[in-house]
């Protein structure tokens, strides 16, 4: 069994720390958030402690209640905050922060010279699936043309960092893609091939946030099996696909 941390609690925390709690393969030893709590609270309806990380020493929480690996769906900036206790602790992450800068991502990549990394802007199983797809397609015919469309609720402001994914890995910029902010959308994402005589379009909806607990939760089991090193969720894939492949 996996002993688990997860920073963050937002809508996308609370999700994802209902499917870890559930999963007998792990255990939700905590959950942090950034800002201050009260000392003694629980997530609702259990004993697992609630902690803000302002006011805090991480390392001697960690101490106390020591884990397996980190879950973060936080900021950007939490990284650097417990990088360090990564290496010193030997943790494995499994990251879904979609507004890394290089910097931040370099230090990343730097962390998988002393344990397990995983960086995904988007941890669903589906939209990874997606990207492999088009990948492929992308190959197959680099004649085509190429649209991508994202949806989500109003509220957010700027182009999902999954489209941002979508676009760098069939190397098209920015303009190809079109954003939409329409009520409380969790997230739409297509790609849509245009060929002379037809079109194709994969598509991903979100319908729940729990489907990043999901895909946290088979980036975890999977990542256990990998050696120390930075990884995407391709990576974790491309083992399924190999695997696969020897068995036929």
């Known amino acids: 069994m996996i002993?688990?941390?997860?920073?963050?609690?937002?809508?996308a925390g609370h999700a994802v720390a209902q499917v870890l709690r559930d999963d007998p393969r792990f255990e939700l030893c905590w959950v942090a958030r950034r800002s201050a709590?009260?000392?003694?609270?629980?997530?609702?309806?259990?004993?697992?402690?609630?902690?803000g990380?302002?006011?805090?020493?991480?390392?001697?929480?960690?101490?106390?209640?020591?884990v397996d690996a980190l879950v973060d769906f936080s900021v950007p900036e939490?990284?650097?905050?417990?990088?360090?206790?990564?290496?010193?602790?030997?943790?494995?992450?499994?990251?879904?922060?979609?507004?890394?800068?290089e910097t931040q991502l370099d230090y990343a990549r730097s962390l998988g010279g002393y344990t397990r990394i995983?960086?995904?802007?988007?941890?669903?199983?589906?939209?990874?699936?997606l990207i492999m797809a088009a990948k492929l397609l992308r190959s197959i015919a680099p004649f085509a043309d190429v649209e991508i469309l994202e949806q989500h609720f109003k509220e957010k402001p700027e182009i999902s960092g999954t489209a941002?994914?979508?676009?760098?890995?069939?190397e098209l910029?920015?303009?190809?893609?079109?954003?939409?902010?329409?009520?409380?959308?969790?997230?739409?994402?297509?790609?849509i091939f245009g060929f002379p005589y037809q079109t194709v379009r994969l598509t991903h909806d979100s319908i729940k946030r729990e489907a990043f607990g999901t895909?946290?939760?088979?980036?975890?089991?999977?990542?256990?099996?990998?050696?120390?090193?930075?990884?995407?969720?391709?990576?974790?894939?491309?083992?399924?696909?190999?695997?696969?492949?020897?068995?036929?």
Not at 164 to 170: F, H, N, V
């Open 53 to 66: 990380l302002e006011g805090i020493s991480l390392s001697n929480w960690l101490d106390d209640h020591p």
């Open 215 to 248: 895909g946290a939760a088979f980036a975890l089991d999977e990542l256990a099996l990998f050696d120390k090193g930075f990884y995407i969720f391709d990576d974790l894939l491309m083992k399924k696909l190999r695997e696969q492949l020897t068995v036929q």
């Open 37 to 51: 709590c009260a000392d003694g609270h629980t997530l609702q309806g259990s004993e697992i402690p609630l902690i």
């Open 78 to 101: 939490s990284l650097m905050e417990y990088g360090e206790e990564l290496k010193r602790r030997n943790m494995m992450l499994v990251s879904a922060i979609s507004a890394y800068t």
């Open 118 to 129: 995983l960086c995904s802007p988007n941890i669903t199983l589906g939209i990874n699936f």
């Open 173 to 191: 910029g920015s303009e190809k893609i079109t954003s939409l902010r329409l009520g409380g959308i969790v997230g739409h994402h297509e790609v």
């Open 3 to 11: 002993k688990i941390g997860l920073v963050g609690y937002g809508k």
């Open 164 to 170: 941002r994914k979508i676009a760098e890995s069939l």
